[in-house]
């Protein structure tokens, strides 16, 4: 990032220095001070509205507690988890996830990679390609699921027209359990792939200009260049993204409730929408707590994989 | 190289170009062709591109139909408080871990990152629950506290490496000049770090603009709904007035647009660099 520096050095630079007033032991201290007081809005943050949370849905899991009625809150053990293996609905959703988890992450991945290596060409003008890949990261996921589920309008849709002058049958694409769920799949990829590939862009624009040159001099193609420069070096932008992408792709919840609310029938429900449903809708929230738990750990696994990366770099 | 491998990789960049603008703009220039068209002209076989006589009606309608002026407000007033609230946690936070030799510090950036990645799915049934018995649904800080902290661990990252980059003399000397840690955070570092902080803001706000998972649960009733969710409730059950909807989005997405536009740089820079690099 760039910044300009205006500031002038302040004028102590110009006196001399005196020696240090307090002893460095004492400094030392304060310091470790200071900084636990500076983390301590951060901390509060995120005691608030994380730890309390996360231990209230643990504890919320093994009650039977139903917000409707007048019942009382009931231990009920892992009762929930029990009826959670049986629930055909969850079964479903889980399935549902999988499916848009699947397709949707290699694929945003694949076409971020892509939009990073046109948008990392040398343009003259780099500010509409670069509009271009923000207008999409900026947009609201709900917002690109209502402007998808007006692309794929059965009658008025941009998409059937165009099969139309292709001389091929239209479809009505979000009625049919086939198709739907295709569809939201396609939103969700327009809508992640360029939060990819601003990612990955960065990632290509640390890699030195002069080892593609050296390549080339050296008569490697295009393609040679390609597989083995740029992708080795990329790979840790590349593990990154994945990482998110899948994470976020097991929490798909907003494109699929715009686009159709989880129809037809439950073709496009999504975990996170029938958690939802559950614990908002029908205030079912013992059981859509333990719902939310199976969630969590699903993707807390996946993220364990990449914070332990991270936590060795930063040792 | 030959003239006519010059020419074939130039027609190659047109086409790269031409896909990357297509893919970037076309949704948002569709809808707003759709948001000018009259009903008539929106239910004709085979459909228009081009609107034929633009009209402004669907946007008198977007405003009348839903409190769309009443959204805005929400959605201003949620993502800015909850961008300052982010603010103030991660330029401390940030200023702490990078600067002071804190013990623990790995522990802290990790359990930070964890939180970029955290489920918000997660918090969607306790926080409702709470915020529930805490008789705080429908008010402003029932989204403005998860907001806040959804977006610390991107502000905070993209701090701690500004922070880092600073050079230590200008620290030095402010301390040798008798300011106290404090006062050189607050005299000398912070007036430097404001272009990032800014930054780390407007990365803030967009995450909240952009929010509905929370949005919709803790804060369903008409009056308190933000853009995302408000525009959902134009459709009845079997109606969808496509332009009337259209021309709603097209008001939700022009601060979005102004602020990519403004601050395209900046923005790119910082998810580059707050971004998820760790």
């Known amino acids: ?3 300009t520096t205006r500031a002038r050095p302040p004028s102590a630079t110009l006196s001399t220095p005196r020696t240090v007033a307090r002893p460095r032991k004492l400094r030392a201290l304060n310091d470790q001070l200071l900084g636990w007081l500076l983390l301590l809005p951060a901390v509060l943050l995120l005691a608030l509205a994380v730890v309390y949370p996360v231990a209230r849905l643990l504890h919320d899991s093994l009650f039977d507690i139903q917000l409707s009625g007048a019942a009382p809150v009931r231990f009920i053990g892992l009762q929930n988890y029990q009826d959670l293996l049986a629930d055909i609905d969850a079964r479903r959703a889980a399935g549902n996830t999988l499916l848009i988890t699947l397709i949707t992450v290699p694929l945003s991945l694949l076409a971020g990679l892509l939009m990073a290596l046109g948008a990392n ?3 003259r003008r780099r500010w509409p390609i670069r509009l271009a890949l923000l207008l999409p990261w900026a947009l609201p996921m709900a917002f690109s699921g209502m402007i998808f589920a007006w692309f794929f309008n059965s009658d008025h849709g941009v998409v059937n027209d165009l099969l139309q002058r292709l001389q091929l049958p239209t479809v009505r694409f979000l009625l049919s359990p086939f198709w739907a769920p295709l569809c939201v799949c396609l939103a969700t990829i327009w809508k992640t792939s360029s939060f990819v590939a601003l990612i990955l862009l960065a990632g290509l624009q ?8 050296a390549a080339e001099i050296d008569g490697a193609s295009r393609w040679n260049r390609f597989w083995h420069i740029t992708l080795p070096l990329l790979k840790p932008s590349i593990v990154v993204a994945l990482i998110f992408r899948t994470v976020s792709a097991l929490q798909t919840f ?15 429900q999504t975990l996170a929408m029938l ?25 807390l696994g996946i993220s364990a994989l990449y914070l332990r990366h991270v936590y060795q770099e930063a040792q | 190289m030959s003239a006519s491998q010059n020419k074939s990789s130039r027609n190659l960049r047109a086409w790269v170009a031409l896909v990357l603008l297509v893919n970037g703009f076309f949704p948002a220039v569709w809808i707003l062709f759709t948001s000018l068209k009259t009903e008539t002209e929106l239910t004709q076989t085979p459909i228009t591109w081009w609107p034929h ?8 309608q977007a405003f ?14 949620i993502a800015i408080g909850s961008a300052l609230l982010t603010l103030v946690a991660a330029t401390g936070a940030a200023y702490a871990i990078a600067r002071l030799k804190l013990k623990g510090r790995g522990l802290i950036l990790t359990g930070l990152i964890a939180v970029a990645m955290f489920p918000p799915v997660t918090l969607l049934v306790p926080l409702f629950e709470t915020m529930r018995a805490l008789h705080l649904l429908n008010t402003v800080l029932a989204l403005m506290l998860p907001y806040a902290v959804m977006s610390l661990p991107v ?4 701090l701690v490496s500004f922070f880092k980059d600073m050079p230590q003399e200008l620290e030095d000397a402010a301390l040798l000049d008798g300011c106290s840690r404090l006062g050189a955070l607050w005299r000398v570092m912070l007036p430097l770090a404001a272009p990032a902080v800014f930054t780390a803001g407007i990365l803030a706000f967009v995450n909240a603009w952009d929010e509905f998972l929370l949005a919709q649960a803790l804060n369903a009733a008409p009056d308190h709904r933000t853009l995302p969710v408000g525009i959902l409730f134009y459709q009845g059950e079997f109606t969808f007035p496509w332009p009337v909807i259209s021309a709603a989005l097209v008001v939700a997405i022009v601060p979005l647009a102004l602020l990519i536009v403004l601050f395209q740089e900046r923005v790119t820079g910082g998810l580059m660099a707050g971004g998820l690099k760790g």
């Open chain 1, 1 to 3: 990032m760039t910044t």
């Open chain 1, 121 to 123: 060409l040398n343009w």
């Open chain 1, 206 to 213: 640390t890699i030195p200009r002069e080892l593609h040159e």
């Open chain 1, 254 to 268: 907003d494109i699929p409730y715009a686009m159709t609310q989880g129809g037809p029938g439950h073709a496009t």
């Open chain 1, 275 to 299: 958690i939802n449903t559950t614990a908002v809708d029908y205030l079912n929230v013992g059981y859509g707590s333990a719902l939310a738990v199976l969630l969590f750990a699903v993707s």
């Open chain 2, 53 to 60: 006589a633009p009209t402004l009606a669907n946007y008198t």
């Open chain 2, 64 to 77: 009348t139909q839903q409190p769309l002026l009443h959204f805005i407000g929400n959605s201003l007033e």
């Open chain 2, 155 to 158: 502000a905070t990252l993209l």
